[in-house]
């Protein structure tokens, strides 16, 4: 486990030594970018319109009985831009993305295309690794956005057409707007962009660490995506405790 971690932390240095060569690789930044954004695109909405929904649906009776209905947008609001979007994005993008760059290169690997690089002196972390880490790390936070925005017009439906809470839609947005501040959006904007840039580097690691034939492709497809949750959810805590920090 310590010599994964130590490989996916040389493999990240050496891509951010990299990164003067990212506009050699502009090209295949746009294609890995529109690939992304076209395959999670709909998929993200559609999971945090139900996500803002459920989350309406599970709060707003409570806070009735209690007569706080009028809060259900500032839970919803903090909720969805602080921690639901960046963490279920990262998990679908883990999953949908993740698995393709691990599944892509791990082929590659596999088939000794990398090796054919490597003999025409091309070097495969500028070639494979460096655009689809500045993709995914473009995309990610944009499925944020999409995703907070989403999931609160899911979460306002709900609460104004369930009978058990019975609020308006100006009250719920109004609620939402006195307590999200850019800060919060951007907190979530900004823990989204570590987990984009953790995902990138262990799916692609995990993919160039491939052996064993299209056997060892699926293994490194499933710890590309398990590690990648995994790391994700820890992640999530110390980025949590770190930005309270500066909060207070």
Not at 24 to 47: D, P
Not at 129 to 158: E, H, K, T, Y
Not at 175 to 202: E, H, M, P, W, Y
Not at 215 to 241: Q, W
Request: glycine share 10%; proline share 3%; with cysteine.
């Amino acid at each position: 486990m310590f010599q994964n971690i130590g490989e996916i932390v040389v493999l990240l240095w050496r891509t951010l030594q990299s990164m003067p060569q990212s506009w050699r690789q502009r090209t295949k930044v746009f294609e890995q970018l529109f690939e992304i954004g076209n395959a999670s695109l709909l998929m993200a909405c559609i999971l945090s319109a139900f996500i803002g929904g459920v989350l309406a649906l599970q709060t707003g009776p409570v806070l009735a009985e209690r007569g706080m209905v009028s809060v259900i947008g500032n839970v919803v609001g903090m909720s969805m831009c602080k921690e639901l979007a960046p963490v279920m994005m990262a998990v679908l993008i883990a999953g949908r993305i993740g698995s393709a760059m691990a599944a892509e290169l791990g082929s590659m690997r596999v088939y000794q295309e990398i090796d054919a690089l490597r003999t025409m002196n091309i070097n495969p972390i500028h070639y494979l690794v460096l655009p689809r880490v500045i993709a995914i790390s473009i995309a990610l936070p944009m499925l944020v956005v999409f995703a907070v925005l989403v999931g609160w017009g899911g979460g306002a439906a709900v609460a104004a057409t369930n009978d058990t809470i019975g609020i308006t839609w100006h009250a719920y947005f109004s609620g939402l707007r006195d307590t999200v501040q850019l800060g919060d959006v951007l907190n979530g904007l900004f823990k989204s962009f570590v987990f984009a840039v953790l995902i990138g580097v262990i799916c692609c690691h995990q993919g160039l660490s491939t052996i064993g034939g299209p056997r060892g492709i699926g293994r490194s497809v499933t710890k590309a995506v398990v590690n990648s949750i995994v790391m994700i959810l820890i992640l999530d805590y110390f980025l949590t405790r770190f930005l309270m920090h500066f909060e207070r």
